[in-house]
T-cell receptor, first 111, second 117 residues
Framework: SQQGEEDPQALSIQEGENATMNCSYK?????LQWYRQNSGRGLVHLIL?????REKHSGRLRVTLDTSKKSSSLLITASRAADTASYFC???????????FGRGTSLIVHP | EAGVTQFPSHSVIEKGQTVTLRCDPI?????LYWYRRVMGKEIKFLLH????????ESGMPNNRFLAERTGGTYSTLKVQPAELEDSGVYFC???????????????FGSGTRLTVV
């Protein structure tokens, strides 16, 4: 069954602005990951946040996790045109370590 | 180090025809996974190989889909006969055997965009 559900489905912003994407999931997790997919390319792992963490940073990326609400957010600060891509959150299937993805958020950053 | 390679990158076939997608994982990666993304929907897990064995094929949609990984190296995913709803992007990923808690070992290919007309 589908785990992560991202919103919005599409986001269009100007270069320099911040982009925020949200992910909601259904069952308990050990960790949650965010991936990026550029058009015509494979998924690239961006960041992982564990269930006992509330916030994590990596460069211009900031991820938060609220296990009580079963939600996570990905913030990209000072966006660039190169950030244009689809972003997916992923959680693990049952007790396995196979990531389960949502529909993704399509981000367009206009130069 | 070469990444996960998939071909063809694009395929357009007619309904009822057969198509075979191929995935070459990173050398030495025993785990190989297939995923599919239908337009506007989630990236859905199809199946998981450990070497040549199917570990989990719970995501395979129906018996028109056949995945193989003979010899535990590259894998093929055959769709026969193809239907319109099979259109989408098929991703392959591989990871090494090792600490299953390490999610950083996953590497995805660029995908094959399949269009059934």
């Amino acid at each position: 069954s589908q785990q992560g559900e991202e919103d919005p489905q599409a986001l269009s912003i100007q270069e320099g602005e911040n982009a925020t994407m949200n992910c909601s999931y259904k069952t308990s997790i050990n960790n949650l990951q965010w991936y990026r997919q550029n058009s015509g390319r494979g998924l690239v792992h961006l960041i992982l946040i564990r269930s006992n963490e509330r916030e994590k940073h990596s460069g211009r990326l900031r991820v938060t996790l609220d296990t009580s609400k079963k939600s996570s957010s990905l913030l990209i600060t000072a966006s660039r045109a190169a950030d244009t891509a689809s972003y997916f959150c992923a959680t693990y299937r049952g007790g396995s370590y196979i990531p389960t993805f949502g529909r993704g958020t399509s981000l367009i950053v206009h130069p | 180090e070469a990444g996960v390679t998939q071909f063809p990158s694009h395929s357009v076939i007619e309904k009822g025809q057969t198509v075979t997608l191929r995935c070459d994982p990173i050398s030495g990666h025993d785990n190989l996974y297939w995923y599919r993304r239908v337009m506007g929907k989630e990236i859905k897990f199809l199946l998981h190989f450990v070497k040549e064995s199917k570990q989990d094929e719970s995501g395979m949609p129906n018996n028109r889909f056949l995945a193989e990984r003979t010899g535990g190296t590259y894998s093929t995913l055959k769709v026969q006969p193809a239907e319109l709803e099979d259109s989408g992007v098929y991703f392959c990923a591989s990871s090494p055997l090792g600490d299953p808690k390490d999610p950083y070992g996953y590497t995805f290919g660029s995908g094959t965009r399949l269009t059934v007309v």
